[in-house]
């Protein structure tokens, strides 16, 4: 079953810019990813709403792509608060 995946995290746009372009997912979209946004709350903070296939795919996603890519942008980037919800409704117009 898909998944709502909802993060949120300290960071800059120009941080958040930096991670977009070398994951790249326009050009070489995650297995399991079905829609992707990102939101500068205020703050210094910045939230992801993402939808997933499943779980397993996110997971697989953050080890294998998301962690590597932010280490490289700033190391010392503060771990997200991240909250993954089993969807009961899914539309795609």
Same mark, same amino acid.
């Given at each position: 079953m898909a998944v709502v995946v909802i993060q949120e995290f300290e960071g800059t746009v120009d941080e958040y810019n930096?991670?977009?372009?070398k994951l790249d997912a326009e050009n070489n979209p995650p297995s399991g990813l079905i829609v992707h946004s990102g939101a500068?709350?205020?703050?210094?903070? *910045?939230?992801?709403?993402?939808?997933?296939e499943s779980q397993e795919d996110f997971q697989s996603f953050v080890q294998n792509q998301l962690v590597p890519a932010i280490a490289e942008v700033n190391p010392d980037a503060?771990?997200?608060?991240?909250?993954?919800?089993? *969807?009961?409704d899914l539309v795609k117009p």
């Open positions: 930096a991670v977009t372009e500068d709350i205020g703050g210094g903070k *910045l939230r992801v709403v993402d939808i997933w503060p771990q997200a608060e991240i909250q993954v919800h089993e *969807l009961i």
